[in-house]
Each structure stands twice: as C-alpha cells, then as structure tokens.
C-alpha cells in the first residue's frame, strides 16, 4: 500500500511556466515532508522540506505548499528550467523516525 | 566536504550468490539509511543504523541485512539473490542526533541478477 500518493507520473512544462507536482497521504502521524530531486545516475537531491506546522515554505523558484486538513501538500516550481528536468519524489516520516516514505515520482521536463 | 560514497558503482550477480555493498557517509554524520529503488516499486526504505546499531527497519526479507562500523561506515549484505533483487541500491548519511535530519544520498550501486 502506497503510502503517499503523487501525481502526475509525468509532466511537460515550458520554459518559464509553473510545474505543479501533488502528494497525498492517509498517515496523521507523518510530521516531515521533503521533496528530493533525481538526475539520472545520481541518487535523490534533498530540494525543500516543510513540516506541518507551517502552510507554505519557500525557497528561491521552488515553493511547498501544505495543507493539513486535506492531508495535501504540492511542489511549485515558478519559472521552470531545462536544467529543472528530472524526476521529483516528495516523502514523509513518521514522528520520531527517520525512515522516509516516498511517493511513486514525477519526471519533469521543461522544454527550451 | 566528500559526499556520500558508495561502491560499487555496478554489480552484476548470478541468482543464488550473496552481495554486500559499501557506504561511506559524509564525514561527521552518524546514520546510514539503505533504500531500494525499481521501476516498479519506487524507493522503499531498508534499514536504518546509528552509532553501530539498527534503529529502524523496513518490511524486507531476511536476506536483507546491514551492518555499520564504529566509523560509521556502512555495509548491507544480500544473500540468496534473486532475480527480484535487481535495483538501485541507495545509501543516505545525516547526522541523526536528531530525528528528521536531511539525507544525503550517494549515487547508487546497481546490482543486476541474472
């Protein structure tokens, strides 16, 4: 059983556009959500984390966006890249641990 | 600061031999986590180790096993591979002193079992 769910499982943005990439989960226990970024060959890339306490994180192009009661939460990347293009995992942990949960991934390309 | 270093970089195994894999975490960090990633089941957490014990673990068989030396040097053994097992192993390093602290991954040692 999955537990965060993400979508879309692909997405093509122009350059300069805003990519918008959702998770869900069922798990109120869960109190830390990263997003990771992935190059091909590389392993995933620590890009932004939020905890629930808080309903948006930014930082530089890249936005989180939280919402507690719907157990959502969003990756906005505002004027997006070529060198944006990857795949894009958001995750979860449980209070107290640090094993992540990650969601299923959304490879991101911007087209020039 | 060196990253995380795992080796190696590629492997490639015959069904029912054993494997280990190697990580090296950034200097100072005292947890190694172990994740597995395939096409089709994602990334999925194997076992997590601070200060030379197992403080967290995933839903693997058995076969899956990890160790972690006083340098916090990591090490994680599969035995009796099976074809299954071919997938991106990734080792992540953070302080751990506290809980949620940032992973930092290595790149991945490919393990393919034919």
């Known amino acids: 059983q999955q537990q965060v769910k993400q979508s879309p499982q692909s997405l093509i943005v122009q350059k300069g556009g805003i990519s918008i990439i959702n998770c869900a989960y069922e798990n109120t226990a869960f109190d830390y959500f990263p997003w990771y970024q992935q190059f091909p060959g590389k392993g995933p890339a620590l890009l932004i984390a939020?905890?629930?306490?808080?309903s948006e994180k930014k930082e530089g192009r890249f936005t989180i966006s939280f919402n507690k009661s719907a157990k959502q939460f969003s990756l906005h990347i505002m004027d997006s890249q070529p060198g944006d293009s990857a795949t894009y995992f958001c995750a979860a942990s449980l209070t107290g641990a640090n094993n992540l949960f990650f969601g299923t991934g959304t490879r991101l390309t911007v087209i020039p | 600061k060196a990253g995380v270093t795992q080796t190696p970089r590629y492997l490639i195994k015959t069904r029912g031999q054993q494997v280990t894999l190697s990580c090296s975490p950034i200097s100072g960090h005292r947890s190694v986590s172990w994740y597995q990633q395939t096409p089709g089941q994602g990334l999925q957490f194997l076992f997590e180790?601070?200060?030379?014990?197992?403080?967290n673990k995933g839903n693997f068989p058995g076969r899956f096993s990890g160790r972690q030396f006083s340098n916090s040097r990591s090490e994680m053994n599969v035995s009796t591979l099976e074809l299954g097992d071919s997938a991106l192993y990734l080792c992540a390093s953070s302080l751990g002193g506290t809980y949620n602290s940032p992973l930092h991954f290595g790149n991945g040692t490919r393990l393919t079992v034919t």
């Open positions: 180790y601070f200060s030379e014990t197992q403080r």
């Open positions: 939020i905890r629930p306490d808080v």
